[in-house]
C-alpha cells in the first residue's frame, strides 16, 4: 500500500523560508516520480515541481530560482526547500507519487499541508 505524510508547512513572513516534507511507506519510492503541487483558495491544483527517479527536476515557472526539490531514496523522503517565499505561495500543497507497476502508472496523494505567507 502507498502512502504519503507531507509535513512542514506553517506560516511565514514575506522573504522567508520553510522545506516541506513528503514521507512515504512501501517499497514503490525509488521508482517513482515524485512531485510537489499546490492549491490555493478558489484555484487549480498546479504542478510546482516534480523529480524524477535518477534525480532530474523541473520547476513551474513562478517558483524557479526560489524553491529546490530533492529526494532521498534510503529515507523515503522527498523535499521543497522554498525561498524568498511571496504571499502568492500561499496554498495547501501535496505531494504526490506516480509509481511505475509493469507497464501501469498508479498515482498517490498525500494530504496536504498548508502554507501561509503573510506580506
Known amino acids: 500500500q502507498v502512502q504519503l505524510v507531507e509535513s512542514g508547512g506553517g506560516l511565514v513572513q514575506a522573504g522567508g523560508s520553510l522545506r516541506l516534507s513528503c514521507t512515504g511507506s512501501?517499497?514503490?519510492?525509488?521508482?517513482?516520480?515524485m512531485s510537489w503541487y499546490r492549491q490555493a483558495p478558489g484555484k487549480q491544483r498546479e504542478l510546482v515541481a516534480n523529480?524524477?527517479?535518477?534525480?532530474?527536476?523541473s520547476y513551474a515557472d513562478s517558483v524557479k530560482g526560489r524553491f529546490i526539490i530533492s529526494r532521498d531514496n534510503a529515507k523515503i523522503t522527498m523535499y521543497l526547500q522554498m525561498d524568498s517565499l511571496k504571499p502568492e505561495d500561499t496554498a495547501v500543497y501535496y505531494c504526490?507519487?506516480?509509481?511505475?507497476?509493469?507497464?501501469?502508472?498508479?498515482?498517490?496523494w498525500g494530504q496536504g499541508t498548508q502554507v501561509t505567507v503573510s506580506s
Open positions: 523529480v524524477s527517479p535518477s534525480g532530474s527536476t
Open positions: 504526490k507519487a506516480d509509481v511505475l507497476f509493469g507497464l501501469n502508472i498508479g498515482s498517490y
Open positions: 512501501g517499497s514503490f519510492f525509488s521508482r517513482s516520480v
